[in-house]
């Protein structure tokens, strides 16, 4: 059995593409992701099924952080600015530790990435709207979860996958 994760993140008001990557994978998949930026209110009921977090530019009441066990692994989601994510890895790495983390989800950078540190799986999707850097791609992730490995795939608005940046990692 393959557990399937999608991951989100700094959507910046919007509304419509969250909605559509909800509405395309509830229910298909284990379980979605939103990881802050997302500058909408707490109660919406688009949050119904996501386990989102608050980001820097998120005045709602959401969580500054989340863990969540699955599959029988322990996953941490935070945004990263409260963590220091744009000047190093050593706040985010010792919240993993800290929650014994197997996978940590993070975003505020809009720069997507897939590292292994220590035995955890840190995934940035990069951003659904504002993309940063040298990928001018708006992106998310979807993680497939195997017994001994990790396959990660990034897509774009139209669940096209973004061939340059799959990886596969052992567990
Ligand atoms: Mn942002």
Redesign the pocket.
């Known amino acids: 059995m393959v557990t399937r994760l999608i991951i989100m993140?700094?959507s910046?008001g919007d509304r419509t593409i969250v909605e559509e990557i909800k509405k395309r994978y509830q229910g298909q998949v284990d379980a979605i992701f939103h990881n802050?930026?997302s500058e909408l209110e707490a109660n919406d009921d688009l949050w119904n099924g996501i386990y989102v977090v608050k980001?820097?530019?998120d005045w709602a009441a959401f969580p500054e952080r989340t863990t969540l066990d699955i599959a029988g692994l322990r996953i941490a989601q935070t945004h990263g600015h409260l963590y220091g994510i744009n000047y190093g890895w050593t706040r985010l790495d010792y919240l993993a530790e800290e929650v014994g983390a197997d996978i940590c989800l993070y975003?505020?950078l809009?720069v997507p990435a897939a590292d292994m540190r220590e035995g955890v799986l840190f995934i940035n999707p990069g951003?659904i709207s504002?993309p940063r850097g040298m990928i001018q791609e708006r992106l998310y992730a979807q993680l497939d979860i195997y017994p001994d490995h990790y396959h990660i795939e990034f897509l774009d608005r139209n669940h096209q996958t973004y061939p340059a940046l799959t990886r596969d990692l052992k567990r």
Do not use: I, K, L
Request: proline fraction near 0%; hydrophobic fraction near 0%.
């Open positions: 993140s700094d910046h802050g930026d980001g820097n530019c975003g505020h809009h951003s504002q």
